[in-house]
């Protein structure tokens, strides 16, 4: 499932960088995603208005970070 994807990307690769995009979008889906350790979630409704937004914020984080 795409928790244990993120958990497993976060293993191997702690320097990436996670945006979940699923079918759901409650409020608990997104708890979990954060937990998982993703750095954003886009709902899949929602992905046309707000991906590029979720991109551009975590790239601005990655470079506050240094890591970009």
Do not use: H, W, Y
């Amino acid at each position: 499932n795409s928790l244990q994807a993120t958990r497993a990307v976060l293993e191997r690769s702690p320097q990436s960088s996670v945006i979940m995009v699923s079918g759901v979008s409650e409020p608990s889906c997104r708890s979990a995603a954060s937990r998982a350790g993703a750095m954003a979630f886009v709902s899949k409704r929602a992905i046309n208005s707000e991906l590029m937004q979720v991109l551009a914020d975590v790239l601005g984080e990655r470079e506050r970070q240094g890591d970009a």
